[in-house]
C-alpha cells in the first residue's frame, strides 16, 4: 500500500518560506491516479487543505493561499514539494502530505508540526 513521509524543518522565521518533501513508497506519483496533496491543521482549528498536485503534473490550490503556495515533485525521487512563501505565526501547524482521490481510499502520512518563530 502507499506510505507517505513528510519531513523539513520543524521551526521556521517570520517572513522565511517553508519548504516540506513527501517522500512516497509503495505507488508512483506519476503513474498512480491520486491527487498527492498538502493538508495542515493549525492549533485549535480543522483540517486545511492547501493544494495538490496531480499524476499527470497538474497543480491545484487553495484559492486563499494561492499567492503563496506552490507544489511540485521529483520524479526521480518519487517525491512532491510543498512552499509556502511570507510565513507568519499564523501558518504554525502540522503538516500532512496525502493521495487523495484514488478509486479505493486515501493515504495520509503521519504529519509534521512546523513551527513559525523567530
Known amino acids: 500500500q502507499v506510505q507517505l513521509q513528510e519531513s523539513g524543518p520543524g521551526l521556521v522565521k517570520p517572513s522565511q518560506t517553508l519548504s516540506l518533501t513527501c517522500t512516497v513508497s509503495?505507488?508512483?506519483?506519476?503513474?498512480?491516479?491520486?491527487?498527492w496533496s498538502w493538508i495542515r491543521q493549525r492549533p485549535g482549528k480543522g483540517l486545511e487543505w492547501l493544494g495538490a498536485i496531480a499524476y499527470d503534473g497538474s497543480t491545484y490550490y487553495n484559492p486563499s493561499l494561492k499567492t503563496r503556495t506552490s507544489t511540485s515533485r521529483d520524479t526521480s525521487k518519487n517525491q512532491f514539494t510543498l512552499q509556502l512563501s511570507s510565513v507568519t505565526p499564523e501558518d504554525t501547524a502540522v503538516y500532512y502530505c496525502?493521495?487523495?482521490?484514488?478509486?479505493?481510499?486515501?493515504?495520509w502520512g503521519q504529519g509534521t508540526q512546523v513551527t513559525i518563530s523567530s
Open positions: 509503495g505507488g508512483s506519483i506519476t503513474t498512480d491516479v491520486y491527487y
Open positions: 496525502a493521495a487523495q482521490g484514488g478509486a479505493t481510499r486515501d493515504y
